[in-house]
């Protein structure tokens, strides 16, 4: 087999990064370890920034969205019993999130890839590339109990933190920033009305929640847990008890409880692996960084170095000129920095730091009720939140 684009990973990266390179008429296949089944159902990230979006829309598969895509133009941080509404709009000069599920966003990805002809290999096992030091690099991997091998240009490495293309950077040639904090997110999916129109972060003595939401019927919502949490202690009664403390404004807000449809723990960390590629190989997305959810960033920014990488593949395989590919990691860490730093300050400030002092928590109280009480302050969470400039 041959193809211009050999793409690991059937995630949002991988899959719009196939697809933006379609319209740009670059060949590709995509090789996936789990089935489309699984891949379609993995709830993971909820919230689009306004150009992921448009990037969507602009790309002929924001059709769904458009209609099912939930609008959102402001958050509400909670904390000491009150709640103060964050006006992204008003903030950010009209812009604004959609909440729209990610696994709804890898669904229309695959639709369209499948109805253009995209070449997309799913329950493809043992993968391994070959040859990213040269100029004809390969992929093999097995599926259907056959060992196959595609010859191609270039390597995108789409396959997620847990995925092999990073281990192909030489050690010599990388180095890895990495933090990991003393606590995880319990996430639950409800068959509950979501109480609130809007995303509730909030801060609690009991630790962090937040209440989101994937429809008008289902419920997505996050309690702050111990790294380690044993889920079993965690009964569908304590879940819902620990969201109404967490959440309480004045001891009146209560969440809509219902059957609790998944449950999982989110481990947090942030990592960055510099540069974001070496030789014919490329990092995208969760391959390449890792941020804590608490700014909703994960897909956002996977979607941005979508953007860096297939304008920069479509110019090499258009003129032959490498530049922008030369320039790809040094453009992406641009934003993955300016967003690793975004997303650790909303989780320093939201949650309990179980060795953080009294003065501390002090720091962090007066930090958030600046946040709220200056538009100054509140401006830079909501710049940050809708999604930065692509160009910054
Ligand atoms: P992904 O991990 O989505 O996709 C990688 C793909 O590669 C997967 O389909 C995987 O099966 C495949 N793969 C892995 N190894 C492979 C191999 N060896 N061969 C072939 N294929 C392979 N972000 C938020 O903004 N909000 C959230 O609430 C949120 N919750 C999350 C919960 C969990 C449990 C996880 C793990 C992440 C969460 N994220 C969240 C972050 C998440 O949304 C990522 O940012 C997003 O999935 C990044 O997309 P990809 O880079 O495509 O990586
Ligand atoms: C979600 O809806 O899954 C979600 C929303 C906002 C976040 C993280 C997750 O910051």
Redesign the pocket.
Known sequence: MRTQVAIIGAGPSGLLLSHLLHLEGVDTVVVESQSRAYVEARI????LEHGAAQTLVEAGVGARLQREGLVHHGINLNFSGQTHRIDLSDLTGGSAVT?Y?QHEVVKDLIEARLSSGGDLRFAASDVQISGIDGDAPGLAFTQDGQRQEIACAFVAGCDGFHGVSRGYVPASQHRIYERSYPFAWL?ILAAARPASEE?I?ARHANGFA?L???SAEIT?A?LQCAPDEDLAQWSDAHVWDELHKRLEVDGAFRVNEGPILQRGVTPMRSFVIEPMQYRRLFLVGDAAHIVP????KGMNLAMADVRVLSRALADYFRSGKTDRLDAYSATCLRRVWQVQRFSWW?TALLHRFPDADAFGERLRDAELRHVVSSRAASRVLAENYVGLPYDI
Do not use: E, H, I
Not at 44 to 47: D, E, L
Not at 293 to 296: E, L, N, R
């Open positions: 993971r990230a909820g919230v909440v599920g996430g995303l972060y937040l989101s939401m994937r997505r996050y959810p608490t700014g909703a909303m």
